[in-house]
C-alpha cells in the first residue's frame, strides 16, 4: 500500500509499507524502527517481537511520547508481558496492532501534531 500525504509541520511520514519493508520519507527499511515526527532510528537487529525487550526503554521514553504504536508486522501479536508495563507505569498509552495500521495511525496523529512515536516491525 503506498501512502501520498503533505510533510506539512513534521519530518517523517510513513510512505510505504509490505513486503517486509518500510519507506519513510524517501528511505527504506527492512528491519524495525522506532520513529516520531522528528526523529527516526533504524533497529536493524529487532526482527520479531520476542527481541523488543532487548529495546532500551528509556530511547523511546526520550522521545516524549503520550502515545507509543506497536506494529507488530502484517497481523496484530501481543509482545511479551513485560514489554508494555515499563510505559503503562510512565502514564504513556501503549497500543499494539499490525504494522499496516500502525503506519497509518501514525500518520494521521503525526498530522496531528500529537505526540506519538511508532514502533514498526516488518
Do not use: H, K, W
Not at 10 to 33: F, H, P, S, W
Not at 93 to 121: I, Y
Amino acid at each position: 500500500m503506498r501512502f501520498s500525504q503533505d510533510l506539512g509541520s513534521y519530518a517523517n511520514v510513513i510512505r510505504a509499507y509490505g513486503a517486509g519493508e518500510l519507506r519513510i520519507n524517501d528511505t527504506l527499511y527492512g528491519g524495525a524502527v522506532i520513529v516520531s515526527a522528528s526523529t527516526l532510528v533504524s533497529e536493524p537487529d529487532i526482527r520479531d517481537l520476542s527481541q523488543l525487550l532487548a529495546i532500551d526503554p528509556s530511547r523511546i521514553l526520550a522521545l516524549d511520547p503520550e502515545l507509543i504504536l506497536l506494529g507488530t508486522g502484517p497481523r496484530q501479536t501481543f509482545p511479551p508481558p513485560g514489554f508494555g508495563g515499563q510505559f503503562l507505569r510512565a502514564g504513556i498509552g501503549v497500543e499494539v496492532m499490525d504494522t499496516g495500521a500502525a503506519c497509518r495511525t501514525f500518520n494521521v496523529l503525526a498530522a496531528d501534531q500529537r505526540r506519538v512515536v511508532a514502533l514498526l516491525l516488518v
